[in-house]
């Protein structure tokens, strides 16, 4: 469910990419971003990540790619996640329960 902590902690993340930027001599992005989120496409965690990445992409002034890989309660995403090239170019969208 998409509610104020989730649009906070999205906040947090659109603050954290673009100080990310600066921080690398404003070189970072120079490509398309993916993030990879740990839930089938359409729920509500897939909602949650395409609205974070609609205010991100206008941030960045790249686009971010939306990958959805569903499975095993979350860890099909995760493993592919910590598994990606440390280059922050892809980045994670996990939903934690509350």
């Not at 921080?23 to 609205?51: E, F, H, K, M, W």
């Amino acid at each position: 469910m998409l509610n104020r902590r989730n649009l906070l902690g999205a906040g947090a993340a659109i603050g954290v990419l673009s100080r990310t930027g600066e921080a690398q001599a404003q070189a970072y992005p120079s490509r398309a971003v993916s993030l990879i989120v740990a839930a089938p496409a359409g729920g509500n965690t897939d909602v949650g990540a395409r609205i974070l990445c609609s205010i991100a992409e206008k941030e960045l002034g790249q686009p971010i790619v939306v990958l959805n890989k569903a499975g095993a309660g979350g860890q099909v995403g995760w493993t592919e996640l910590a598994r990606a090239k440390p280059d922050g170019y892809t980045i994670g969208f996990i939903i934690m329960p509350g």
